[in-house]
């Protein structure tokens, strides 16, 4: 059961989002923890108490608590704000609490994804999928080139599906959500691998990356949520992506120490670092053969551009400082860039999602 630390956790969000959303317009509540396992949240302006469930505060990523907290906000504004308009208890006053807060009305919770925005798209998504899935399946081959052969072709796939929704956006045809989704659990402590991945998934697989406040309700400590926006194709490249690189890099520093001997942390996170450094080499060169061969240029997405300066409003960029390199980074890089995308040897499903769950 989730203790008195992580009920003030949930009231500093709550004060955050009333500020940085509501301009401070809504009266602290009193915040409850509950053991209820059929809803995720409620109101009660009787008494001014929002309660958040214990199950789910424990069992799902904290985007998605604080989802609910949010929707459980929406229905606060509606009574102390709104006086109550429109009796429907997710009517249209409900509908516009929810866009102040960005909040799907729907209020679903559960996946830690959230769709508050609706934009223009077309090709079908599930064929895409199957097409990027059979790609990273063939990279699976021993042939080192047939394995990078195979990655270009998904990426150049990637590419091209992200090109048409973008002449689609203009023509006005077909409808797509842009989303929101958690990439792992809370970071307390960021490393620079870490951070070196949420800007190659930025940079080459079509979705915008944030690193925003998290609480681990199980260590009960505060930290970074990785969180990635964008249609749901590029969302499950990029979290499929993720995944692959975080199981991949302890087999690589494993093969590392047999050759070196090296067994300190400091050099194991500087050699992830690196990995993920030349993957990101590797995947700028193949940009630009894409480029030279078949004039692919990727200029961007005014609407998840859009999307997310909607969600954050606010948003502030970060330097990050310099750090001295070890041995141990150079190395990492080598092998980075000889990094081929492919499936993982147990595959359970088919498709990208498949390969993830």
């Given amino acids: 059961m989730p ?17 940085y959303y509501l301009s401070e317009c809504l009266r602290r509540p009193v915040f409850r923890i509950d053991l209820a396992t059929s809803r995720l949240g409620t109101w009660n302006s009787t008494e001014r108490t929002l309660t958040l ?15 609910t907290l949010r929707h459980e906000m929406a229905h606060q504004y509606v009574d102390e704000m709104l006086d109550g308009q429109d009796n429907s208890p ?20 559960k996946g830690g994804e959230i769709s508050p925005l609706v934009v223009e798209s077309g090709p079908s998504d599930d064929a895409v999928r199957d097409k990027i899935g059979k790609l990273l399946s063939l ?10 052969l195979a990655m270009e072709k998904a990426r150049q796939l990637l590419l091209k599906y992200n090109l048409s929704l973008s002449d689609l956006s203009d023509l006005g045809e077909g409808k797509e959500r842009y989303s929101l989704r958690q990439l792992g659990g809370c970071i307390t402590r960021r490393q620079r691998y870490e951070s070196e991945i949420g800007l190659l998934l930025s940079q080459f697989f079509f979705v915008k990356v944030m690193w925003d406040l998290g609480y681990d309700p199980h260590r009960k400590r505060r930290g970074s949520l990785l969180l990635i926006h964008g249609t749901p ?17 302890p087999q690589l520093w494993r093969q590392h120490q047999q050759g070196t001997g090296d067994f300190a942390n400091a050099p194991r996170l500087h050699y992830y670092w690196g990995v993920v450094r ?36 606010r948003v502030t960029t970060a330097g990050q400082s310099s750090i001295n390199v070890h041995d141990s980074f150079d190395h990492g890089r080598r ?8 499936k993982p040897v147990e595959e359970r499903g088919s498709g990208i999602r498949g390969l993830l769950e």
């Fill in 3 to 19: 203790n008195e630390a992580t009920v003030l956790a949930i009231a500093r969000f709550w004060e955050h989002y009333n500020y």
């Fill in 53 to 67: 469930s214990a199950h789910h505060i424990l069992n799902d990523p904290w985007s998605a608590v604080m989802e």
């Fill in 90 to 109: 997710h009517g249209s006053a409900f509908r516009a609490a929810c866009r102040l807060l960005r909040v799907s009305p729907a209020g679903s919770g």
């Fill in 139 to 148: 990279a699976t081959s021993p042939n080192e080139h047939e394995a990078h």
């Fill in 233 to 249: 194709v590029n969302l499950d490249m990029a979290e499929y992506v993720y995944q692959f690189l975080n199981q991949l890099l």
């Fill in 278 to 313: 030349g993957f990101r080499d590797r995947l700028r060169e193949q940009d630009k053969s894409l480029v030279r061969s078949r004039a692919m240029v990727w200029l961007g997405d005014p609407g998840l551009q859009a999307f997310y300066r909607f969600l954050y409003p």
């Fill in 335 to 342: 092998e980075g860039r000889q990094i081929s995308l492919r």
